[in-house]
T-cell receptor, first 113, second 111 residues
Framework: DTEVTQTPKHLVMGMTNKKSLKCEQHMGHRAMYWYKQKAKKPPELMFVYSYEKLSINESVPSRFSPECPNSSLLNLHLHALQPEDSALYLC????????????FGSGTRLTVV | TQLLEQSPQFLSIQEGENLTVYCNSSSVFSSLQWYRQEPGEGPVLLVTVVTGGEVKKLKRLTFQFGDARKDSSLHITAAQPGDTGLYLCAGLVGGTYKYIFGTGTRLKVLA
């Protein structure tokens, strides 16, 4: 299995809702990442997990809360988002220290209304 | 702040033409990668270059890492409509898991 699977593919949520994005990989990768990508822009790093521990938080607002329940799963919990948070949220995984590059999922297209 | 600037930003060419995309920084990176992203999808890794001066070929694509590991180029020979997409370079910040993505080059190849 050489894929990163993200669910849901599309999500529309209100500003008072609580939702979660899910990401799963079975490649034995020990680093997992959340990126945010606005239209026509490159991906921006949000969080990095290494061996299930949060190692990088790029000053992301607390309305985004990551969780890594085990080495194969990565979640992003969303609460009280703003319309400007609408974007494509990408999950990626890699071997230790990014060796060999990232494998990205197809992303979750999030719209906050 | 480490930045990776790509040029050109946009490129529209006819099928069969050659093109080169550049990725430049003032910072040194441990390794550098190139990705292609299609609309609504995640980026797909094309190649990783690690050694300064390294050249890698992938069919019609040729990738080069600068001697000082601060810049890279992607050359496509005889472009095809299937090459259309957003091309992103990404540099690995030494000693971290952090990749910095370039500003992107949007390529359109017309049949």
């Amino acid at each position: 299995d050489t894929e990163v699977t993200q669910t849901p593919k599309h999500l529309v949520m209100g500003m008072t809702n609580k939702k979660s994005l899910k990401c799963e990989q079975h490649m034995g990768h020990r680093a997992m990442y959340w990126y945010k990508q606005k239209a026509k822009k490159p991906p921006e790093l949000m969080f990095v997990y290494s061996y299930e521990k949060l190692s990088i938080n790029e000053s992301v607002p607390s309305r985004f809360s990551p969780e890594c329940p085990n080495s194969s799963l990565l979640n992003l919990h969303l609460h009280a988002l703003q319309p400007e948070d609408s974007a494509l949220y990408l999950c990626a995984s890699s071997q230790e220290r990014g060796v060999g590059g990232y494998t990205f999922g197809s992303g979750t297209r999030l719209t906050v209304v | 702040t480490q930045l990776l600037e790509q040029s050109p930003q946009f490129l529209s060419i006819q099928e069969g033409e050659n093109l080169t995309v550049y990725c430049n920084s003032s910072s040194v990176f441990s390794s550098l990668q190139w990705y292609r992203q299609e609309p609504g999808e995640g980026p797909v890794l094309l190649v990783t270059v690690v050694t300064g001066g390294e050249v890698k070929k992938l069919k019609r694509l040729t990738f080069q890492f600068g001697d000082a590991r601060k810049d890279s180029s992607l050359h496509i020979t005889a472009a095809q409509p299937g090459d259309t997409g957003l091309y992103l370079c990404a540099g690995l910040v030494g000693g971290t898991y952090k990749y910095i993505f370039g500003t992107g080059t949007r390529l359109k190849v017309l049949a």
